[in-house]
């Protein structure tokens, strides 16, 4: 990676396709640390309803109120927009690989 601005959302899928284990493993605990396995749940149950959240809060057997919020709440504090393609995709790289 070279010099210059980068978000999170552009880091994480240079660090997990280029092998860098020790750094996508640091940044997996910190997620789950900071964030708790309900919500990190949570986000990847959205993901795999393909961004939907109606469907999500099905699946997840949760009101649709309670899935927005758990979401907002990641994204305020993460700064990873899970609800864009590439704040997906790179979540989903970092937890399912």
Not at 5 to 24: M, N, Q
Not at 34 to 39: L, P
Not at 40 to 65: C, D, E, M, P
């Amino acid at each position: 990676i070279g010099f210059g601005v980068y978000t999170i959302e552009s880091i994480i899928p240079k660090i997990v396709l280029e092998g860098i284990h020790d750094v996508r493993n640091g940044l997996r605990n910190y997620y789950y640390n900071t964030f708790g396995a309900e919500i990190i749940q949570t986000v990847q149950g959205f993901i795999k309803a393909n961004l939907n959240q109606s469907v999500a809060a099905k699946q997840l057997y949760l009101h649709r109120n309670t899935l927005n919020y758990r979401i907002d709440h990641f994204i305020a504090y993460s700064e990873i927009n899970v609800k864009s393609f590439f704040g997906a995709y790179a979540f989903y790289l970092l937890f399912n690989t």
